[in-house]
């Protein structure tokens, strides 16, 4: 089992910067990526970003490329979302993520920090 656990949510203005953080614990061996989704309040879960643990691959949704950027710290087993430049459309729940397989199938989900931007 792996254990997810996100910090780093709050209240920002419009233009303004977060970071979130999510520390993995248990089996991080078995962890291939991790990821972070986002759920507005009346609206599905959708994909934010994604990175491989061991190469740093990423990959982003289009509506926060150039504003968004993850990575990881593979020797404290934790992911961090910087975001930048927000807009009130980005509040939201958002979750992190892990998957163990190559096809980004995710296998264990924190349990969300909300981030809301206030215009």
């Known amino acids: 089992q792996v254990q997810l656990v996100e910090s780093g949510g709050g209240l920002v203005q419009a233009g303004g910067s977060l970071r979130l953080s999510c520390a993995a614990s248990g089996r991080t061996f078995s962890i291939y990526g991790m990821g972070w989704f986002r759920q507005a309040p009346g609206k599905e879960r959708k994909f934010v970003a994604r990175?491989?643990?061991?190469?740093?691959?990423?990959d982003y949704a289009d509506s926060v490329k150039g504003r968004f950027t993850i990575s990881r710290d593979n020797a404290k087993h934790t992911v961090y979302l910087q975001m930048n430049s927000l807009k009130p459309e980005d509040t939201a729940v958002y979750y992190c993520s892990a998957t163990r397989s190559t096809g980004w199938e995710y296998d264990y989900w924190g349990q969300g920090t909300q981030v809301t931007v206030s215009s």
């Open positions: 990175i491989t643990w061991s190469g740093g691959s990423t």
